[in-house]
């Protein structure tokens, strides 16, 4: 096996490695340096709505139970809380408190400025092209799965249209 292929897994890990590295120094300088790795992916997977701790693990790939354990460090910290779900009261949903909003809204000021670094590295056209790249579906399953964006959308529309 050749230890020196660019396999497209490694490429990718490195370069979601290289931009958690700059987010977590970033929230070490803002207040927010208590947010582990761990809980960073589980934070962000709340997308700004509430969800289950089932759904976070499905979307996570952990257990429930690593799932509980993140979220109850999370609320011991301030950044989310339980609630009751609407639907089901026996449904425990995970949400952002007022410092988990605070700690998003800084997160996405530094993912911002990632991209930014990024763009001015590989300029504007390759930056476009790789968010393009990186938001196209790569199987014919996923291609029903994943949410679609307005731009998605209208493209789709445009095609069936023509």
């Given at each position: 096996?050749?230890?020196d292929?660019?396999f ?7 370069r ?8 977590n120094?970033?929230a070490a300088?803002?207040?927010y ?9 589980l ?5 700004g ?43 425990k ?22 991209e930014?670094?990024i763009e ?22 996923e ?15 445009g095609?069936?249209?023509?």
């Open positions: 096996m050749e230890t292929k660019l497209l897994r490694r490429l990718l890990q490195s979601s490695e290289w931009v958690e590295q700059r987010l120094a970033n300088r803002n207040g340096g208590d947010v582990t790795p761990a809980m960073s992916r934070l962000a997977n709340l997308l709505r509430p969800l289950g701790l089932s759904e976070l693990a499905r979307r996570l790939a952990v257990s429930r139970q690593a799932v509980h354990k993140l979220a109850s460090e999370a609320a011991q910290l301030g950044y989310v809380e339980f609630v009751d779900s609407e639907a089901d009261a026996r449904i949903l995970l949400r952002f408190t007022e410092k988990g909003w605070d700690m998003a809204e800084s997160a996405e000021q530094q993912l911002d400025a990632i930014a670094e001015a590295q590989i300029g504007p056209e390759r930056m476009a092209q790789l968010k393009q790249i990186l938001a196209m579906p790569w199987s014919a399953d291609a029903e799965k994943l949410p679609r964006t307005r731009a998605s959308a209208a493209r789709q529309r095609a069936e249209a023509g």
